[in-house]
Nanobody, 121 residues
Framework: QAQLVETGGGSVQAGGSLRRSCVPS????????MGWYRQAPGKQREFVAQ???????NYADSVKGRFTISKDNGKKTVYLQMNRLKPEDTGVYYC???????????????WGQGTQVTVSS
């Protein structure tokens, strides 16, 4: 069961742009890191971008200069602006938040339901 709600995504032609957003649907005591992963057909899930902690923001080499991750701490929302999209960006995109559980104080990962992004040539 997904604990994060994702919006955005869809289909676009190569060179186009899309914007994703993600917000928790459950209470999280403290958020350490927010990020995005994707999974192309027949491939393993891979890292796309993350933000938070001491390292600031980090990106996969394949999306550097084209994707921008940002967050709104007050809204506990993370965004992914995807520009100059390529067909190889096609896949299911998942949001991930690393945070502390309300009751147990355990640090864990929370995942979104995943949303398809299709880039046509």
């Amino acid at each position: 069961q997904a604990q994060l709600v994702e919006t955005g995504g869809g289909s676009v032609q190569a060179g186009g742009s899309l914007r994703r957003s993600c917000v928790p649907s459950v209470s999280i005591r403290g958020i350490n890191m927010m990020g995005w992963y994707r999974q192309a057909p027949g491939k393993q899930r891979e890292f796309v971008a993350q933000i938070g902690g001491f390292s600031g923001s980090n990106y996969a080499d394949s999306v550097k200069g084209r994707f921008t991750i940002s967050k709104d701490n007050g809204k506990k929302t993370v965004y992914l602006q995807m520009n100059r999209l390529k067909p190889e960006d096609t896949g299911v995109y998942y949001c991930k938040v690393r945070g502390t559980e309300i009751i147990t104080f355990n640090l864990r990962d929370y995942w979104g339901q995943g949303t398809q992004v299709t880039v046509s040539s």
